[in-house]
Each structure stands twice: as structure tokens, then as C-alpha cells.
């Protein structure tokens, strides 16, 4: 990631093309920058930032297979989150962990399903009107907190997210938005192999 400012001259008689050069502002290194003590510690290997995690249960009614994902299913996830950013399943330690902080069940069938099934468009993308309604009800903390939405999202589909980039500058979404959806069915011990995992 590299943080460009400007556009480069043009040779002497030519019009600067600015179709040429990519600007990209990168908010790791900003953070870097205004955090240097914890950036320090984080490569050291030594500091270690713990996120909570909100699970959001969307289901259609209390059975597994209505989307009432089992605690287990959950603290599955969470495990496999922590195993992949230690470095445990290939790649280096990272210095994030996942903690399970809160799960909340939510029973309604038009939220369960985050797309259109009669007809419509179908809403398989991220900024759906479904998508708002939902995060909006259930959003919890602040950027220290990773929000999960589990819910029915059809046949093509495993999940969205937005970048953290969304979320700065001028025209920045409202933090609710933040968070991950995924089908409930891709949690490990589910049923929609192989993506259950």
C-alpha cells in the first residue's frame, strides 16, 4: 500500500494524464503514523488487540434449518478466525484475536432471507434496503468491534463485507454498515459444504 499525493509533472508541451497514476490512501499507515507504540509492539510480536465479536443471528424460526445457528456453530467460527490470524493455518501471527462478545437472535423471516424470492430484484449485494434495515437494528460498538450477520443469502452467494476504507474521509458510511454477513450454513459444522469451514 502506498500513499500517493499528487499527480507527476508532464514533459515540457504535453498535458498530464491523470488516468496514469493511481491514488490511494491507505488507512493502516495512517494509523501507523497517529499510533506508533502500539505499531512498535504489534511487529515486535508482543501486543496482541483482542476484537469483540457480535454475533446476529437473523432466522426465520428456531430450528436450524430456519437459520437458528447452534452456539456451537458460533464459537466454531470464532476459533477459526483466531487459528487463521495467529498463523496457525499457514502465514505469519498477526497479534489479532477474536472474542466472542454477545450473540443476539433475531426471529423474522422477511430479515432472514436477505434477498428477493418472489420476483423483483434480487438483493445479493451489499447496501440492499434488507442490508440497512438490519444493521441499523443491530449494530453494536464502535470500529473496535467486529459485528457477524448470519442469515439466507441463496444459492450464489457466501457473504459480503465492506472495506474499512468506506468508513473515512468525506462521504464515509455511517458505521452501522460496518460488520460481515455470511450464510449460516458456511459456519463450520454446518451444512453447505464444502464451504463450511
Not at 101 to 120: E, I, N
Request: aromatic share 12%; with cysteine; hydrophobic share 40%.
Amino acid at each position: 500500500c502506498i500513499e500517493y499525493d499528487g499527480i507527476a509533472k508532464a514533459p515540457h508541451g504535453k498535458i498530464p494524464r491523470d488516468d496514469l497514476h493511481t491514488f490511494r490512501k491507505d488507512p493502516v499507515a495512517r494509523w501507523i503514523a497517529r499510533n506508533p507504540a502500539a505499531a512498535r509492539a504489534a511487529i515486535a510480536g508482543d501486543g496482541v488487540v483482542t476484537i469483540p465479536v457480535a454475533f446476529h443471528v437473523l432466522r426465520k424460526d428456531t430450528t436450524v434449518a430456519g437459520g437458528n445457528a447452534p452456539l456451537s456453530w458460533i464459537q466454531a467460527q470464532v476459533d477459526v478466525l483466531n487459528e487463521s490470524y495467529s498463523g496457525e493455518t499457514g502465514g505469519v501471527d498477526t497479534g489479532f484475536r477474536f472474542e466472542l462478545a454477545s450473540v443476539d437472535r433475531t426471529t423474522k423471516a422477511s430479515w432472514f432471507k436477505l434477498f428477493y424470492v418472489q420476483g423483483g430484484e434480487p438483493r445479493l449485494f451489499r447496501g440492499s434496503h434488507k442490508e440497512i434495515q438490519v444493521k441499523r437494528a443491530l449494530h453494536e460498538g464502535g470500529a473496535e468491534t467486529l459485528n457477524v450477520y448470519t442469515g439466507a443469502l441463496g444459492k450464489f452467494l457466501l457473504g459480503w463485507a465492506w472495506y474499512p476504507s468506506d468508513f473515512v474521509g468525506d462521504g464515509s458510511l455511517p458505521r452501522f454498515y460496518d460488520g460481515v454477513v455470511i450464510d449460516y450454513r458456511t459456519m463450520p459444522g454446518a451444512t453447505f459444504a464444502p464451504y463450511d469451514e
